[in-house]
């Protein structure tokens, strides 16, 4: 089984819906990251948790929402989806070694807002 | 603050030929430094990291990076390439002097092996 998974993997949806997307893992890291990834654009950071009880804004921020549900479970919301956030979306996990961590990718959930 | 820079967003070559990926960084504290892959279809994986114990790192697959401080540099390089390593990679940096820094990405580099 995959360490870091995610659900939906494809999702399509309409402007104005609200969705959320769900990350779960077995590694046991406390420390959990939501992407998305657009095509020349790389990888930009939306939230990120270093434990349960820390939720901290990343680059991109405006229209998400996440909830730690618990140490394993990290859930991103779009509030009410536009089409510019039609994207690919990770999860990713580390440990808090604080020391160059090594950050592990879900496989991603590819949204398509219409 | 922190960020890296990857020249070509694409770049083809034939199968045994060199790999050379280029990435180049600022910071405003000694950095470390890593790459990652992404396969078509899957998320990202870690490649190889720079964390100040060597200046020459290996990774997986046959690659390896140098650091160059002089330089801001951090690029990637494979002897010879194989029709496996066609994939996006990406250059990542954080710093060193925080156990709270998150990583900043590059916008990646699309590789593309030819028989």
């Known amino acids: 089984d995959a360490d870091v998974t995610q659900t939906p993997r494809n999702r399509i949806t309409k402007t104005g819906k609200r969705i959320m997307l769900e990350c779960s893992q077995t590694?046991?890291?406390?420390?959990m990251y939501w992407y998305r990834q657009d095509p020349g654009l790389g990888l930009r950071l939306i939230y990120y948790?270093?434990?349960?009880?820390?939720?901290n804004k990343g680059e991109i921020s405006d229209g998400y929402s996440v909830s730690r549900q618990a140490q394993a479970k990290f859930s991103l919301s779009l509030e009410s989806a536009i089409p510019n956030q039609t994207a690919l979306y990770f999860c990713?996990?580390?440990?808090?070694?604080?020391?160059?961590?090594?950050?592990?990718f879900g496989p991603g959930t590819r949204l398509l807002v219409l | 603050a922190q960020s890296v820079t990857q020249l070509g967003s694409h770049v083809s070559v034939s199968e045994g030929a060199l790999v050379l990926l280029r990435c180049n960084y600022s910071?405003?504290?000694?950095?470390?430094l890593f790459w990652y892959v992404q396969y078509p279809n899957q998320g990202l994986q870690l490649l190889l990291k720079?964390?100040?114990?060597?200046?020459l790192v290996k990774g997986i697959n046959g690659f390896e990076a140098e650091f160059k401080k002089s330089e801001t540099s951090f690029h990637l390089t494979k002897p010879s390439a194989h029709m496996s390593d066609a994939a996006e990679y990406f250059c990542?940096?954080?710093?060193?002097?925080?156990?709270?820094?998150?990583?900043?990405f590059g916008k990646g580099t699309m590789l593309l092996v030819s028989p």
């Open positions: 990713a996990t580390s440990a808090s070694t604080g020391f160059a961590e090594t950050q592990y």
């Open positions: 590694k046991g890291h406390d420390r």
């Open positions: 948790s270093f434990d349960v009880k820390d939720i």
């Open positions: 910071s405003s504290v000694p950095p470390y």
């Open positions: 720079y964390t100040s114990a060597a200046t």
């Open positions: 990542a940096v954080t710093l060193s002097n925080s156990g709270y820094s998150t990583l900043t």
